[in-house]
């Protein structure tokens, strides 16, 4: 009896050892191909990837999480004003998900302000809708962790172009562009490792090139 338990004991840890090892590939190789795609076309199989993971290890964030990161950039990508909407509802499923599983909220905010941006950026005239909700929610990304580069970027974001919009000083702005890079400095290598969010280079430098202007 004893050694047939040994057995059950050994093929258990070692179905656990086999599911954490393809769990990890999928999320690497989806990843990899995420950092490498620069057009909707190339982002849509990948969200697709994610939502496979994700309904496999459906007690992670991390998959929803990818999942909406990819289609929010299919939206900021896309030309189409019915298909942007489109990808930014699928979005916020996946973001409406990760909030009901345990993870990193000022993660969650800076995405979905990241996704409240894209929105009002669609149509300007959603801005008295979404503008105060939007300004509200990455304030309190940044308050929840001033280290998250992401919370750090949309913060940014959100007060140059409120800054530009009121023909103000845009200096504290950016400053918070040249911060997001410094927190990226420091994050990035530790984030990929461990498969949470390192995006936001790319925004944070056409930010300071913005400023430059």
């Not at 993660?107 to 941006?117: C, D, S, T, V, Y």
């Not at 959100?158 to 023909?167: E, K, L, P």
Request: charged residues 25%; glycine residues 6%; negative net charge.
């Amino acid at each position: 009896m004893k050694t047939y338990l040994s057995i059950l004991l050994i093929l258990f840890a070692s179905s656990i050892a086999s599911a954490k090892d393809n769990y990890e590939k999928a999320m690497q190789d989806a990843l990899d191909k995420l950092e490498a795609a620069y057009t909707v076309d190339q982002l849509q199989p990948v969200a697709n990837q994610f939502d496979r993971i994700a309904d496999v290890k459906n007690d992670d964030w991390l998959p929803q999480y990818h999942a909406a990161y990819a289609r929010v950039m299919m939206a900021a990508m896309e030309a189409d004003i019915d298909n942007k909407d489109a990808f930014l509802d699928a979005a916020q499923l996946h973001l409406d998900a990760v909030e009901k599983l345990e993870h990193d909220a000022s993660e969650r905010l800076a995405l979905q302000g990241f996704l409240h941006m894209i929105r009002m950026s669609i149509d300007p005239g959603r801005g008295m809708e979404l503008g105060m909700v939007c300004g509200s929610i990455i304030q309190q990304a940044y308050d929840l962790n001033n280290q998250n580069p992401r919370a750090v970027l949309m913060l940014g974001q959100f007060q140059f172009g409120s800054a530009q919009y009121m023909g103000q000083d845009t200096s504290e702005a950016c400053g918070l562009f040249d911060e997001t890079l410094r927190l990226l400095d420091q994050s990035e290598h530790q984030a990929r490792a461990n498969f949470s969010p390192s995006w936001g280079r790319s925004i944070a430098e056409q930010g300071k090139q913005q400023c430059a202007k």
